[in-house]
């Protein structure tokens, strides 16, 4: 027999019989009905149940010694333990300005130390999945941050201690750098709309003659000593008040030594360092930077805004969130979605507590400049007139309360809420007060706000780089009275 015929007849001796139908018979009248299978109704869109807010718990404090404070938070079923180390004095409050010493601090701190080579710090690091990331860019603080995997925190930890107490400063990395600072600032930076409009953006913001707006000094960048940036670390290390965090899923009993043999003799006794008071610009600013031949344009606006805890922060917040703070924003709606004039636009807000600042940011092609001008400028006026709607509130409400109740997911994502905690001096009590006022803020107080920080007779600063060819007439056509420079010009803010 052939296997096809084979195969046939295997089919046919396992099909089940199928059972007959005897047409015949009565119906029967007992029988209960069969009931219709019931589906989704879907006539209508289903509910969308708001979220409860979850309880994030208050990070447990401990006194380490004078001047040294630790924030432990345990986050049960996370693998990454993130430890934070902060003295909370700078550059600016060790050497008195910008220089190249005391930004080298933060700089170069984790680049190596006296006990590890550059190279070996690395291969560390990709062995243990050790993470250390050194900063001091604040002018009014430093530290070094550190991820690493709970079986590795002592190793990560010992390392941490060695950047903080014995760092190297290679001379042949800060050479390096150095150059490479030089070649940004003194060519490549030019060649670069992002960077062009983000230095002419702050250096129009903030004037040359205050900390915040010191101009890169080239001349500085030539020669810096690694002997002058150790001694200037070790007189910063225990300058300030320091603070260290840690998150991750770990017992503080058990870590408690580890830490403090990490900031043995670092940090010091005293106030933590303000920021410097400062007053935004009064009148409107339109700078415009020439960079030859590109396509696009890149439009940068700031406005002031709330500075923190002022009574119009939170309702400020949620505004700009609506303006321009996500994919749905109408900032992207109108520029991305309706008039295809870019792939993505953006509204940043930020505020300390001496001034605050709003940001919008989008790039076009250069021929649609002044179109997307009107735009930007038309949606502003229009949440002075209308504010902002109940829905856009909801919405803004349902995307904090997501934030908020994803805290715990990671070590990250909880680091992120309890640093910010940290560093602004606050508490979960004080961030669950803050969801509270979000969640009652209202269409007219919202109107009420953008009224006062958004209405046309606010000062803006305009900052718009782009080949000048495409763009004067179009500043003709806005009525705009412009200042031209050139692209060296505005990513070294000198005009």
């Known amino acids: 027999m052939s296997w096809m015929i084979w195969m046939a007849a295997l089919a046919l001796a396992t099909t089940p019989e199928v059972a007959e139908v005897d047409e015949t018979a009565e119906p029967c009248e007992d029988c ?41 938070v345990r986050v049960p079923g996370v693998r990454m333990v993130n430890v934070e180390v902060v003295v909370h004095n700078g ?16 700089r170069y701190m984790d680049v190596a130390t006296q ?28 530290g070094v941050d550190l991820s690493v995997p709970a079986e590795g925190l002592e190793l990560g930890l010992k390392l941490m201690r060695e950047m903080l107490v014995t760092p190297a400063y290679p001379q ?16 490549t930076g030019a060649s670069s709309l992002g960077g062009v409009s983000r230095s002419a953006l702050v250096f129009s913001w903030f ?11 080239l001349d500085e960048m030539k020669k810096l000593k690694s002997n002058d940036v150790i001694a200037a670390q070790a007189d910063w290390r225990d300058s300030g008040p320091l603070t260290v965090l840690v998150v991750g899923d770990v017992e503080w009993s ?26 935004p610009p009064t009148q409107d600013v339109f700078l415009a930077v020439d960079v030859p031949g590109p396509a696009q344009s890149a439009l940068r606006l700031r406005m002031a805004a709330p500075i923190d805890d002022h009574a119009d922060e939170v309702v400020y917040n949620l505004t700009n969130w609506a303006l ?5 924003s109408r900032l992207n709606s109108n520029l991305r979605e309706d008039k295809g004039y ?56 349902r995307n904090q309360i997501s934030n908020w109740n994803g805290v715990r997911e990671t070590s990250s994502s909880a680091t992120g809420l309890y640093s910010s905690l940290v560093f602004d001096q606050k508490t979960v009590a004080d961030a669950v007060a803050w969801n509270s006022a979000a969640a009652a803020v209202t269409p007219e107080q919202a109107k009420t706000v953008a009224e006062t920080w958004m209405s046309d007779d606010k000062a803006r600063v305009w900052v718009i780089a782009g080949d000048r060819k495409a763009l004067e007439a179009q500043f003709v056509e806005l009525g705009w009275t412009v200042e031209w420079i050139v692209a060296q010009q505005g990513i070294l803010g000198v005009w």
């Open 207 to 217: 004037p040359a003659d205050h900390l915040y707006g010191l101009r890169p000094n």
């Open 342 to 397: 870019t792939y993505g636009s953006g509204s940043r807000y930020n505020a300390s507590e001496t001034y605050g600042y709003n940001d919008l940011s989008v790039d076009v092609k250069v021929e649609n400049t002044a179109a997307a001008v009107r735009e930007i400028e038309f949606e502003l006026q229009r949440l002075v007139d209308e504010g902002v709607t109940a829905n856009e509130l909801d919405m803004a409400l």
């Open 254 to 279: 058990s870590i408690e030594p580890m830490i403090k043999a990490t900031v043995d003799g670092v940090g010091g006794e005293g106030e933590r360092a303000p920021r410097l008071e400062f007053s």
């Open 115 to 142: 006990e590890h080579d550059a190279a070996s710090l690395e291969v560390m690091g990709d062995l243990h999945e050790i993470s250390l990331n050194s900063w001091g860019g604040s002018f009014h603080s430093g």
């Open 172 to 187: 042949k990395d800060i050479t390096r750098s150095l150059k490479e600072m030089r070649l940004y600032y003194g060519s």
């Open 91 to 106: 550059h600016f409050e060790t050497h008195g300005a910008k220089t190249e010493v005391g930004a080298g601090i933060g």
């Open 32 to 72: 209960p009905e069969e009931e219709a299978p019931v589906g989704p109704v879907r006539d209508q869109p289903p509910e969308v149940v708001t979220a409860e807010w979850l309880v994030q718990p208050e990070a447990e404090v401990i006194e380490l010694g004078p001047g040294q404070t630790a924030y432990f």
């Open 324 to 328: 321009g703070g996500h994919f749905l």
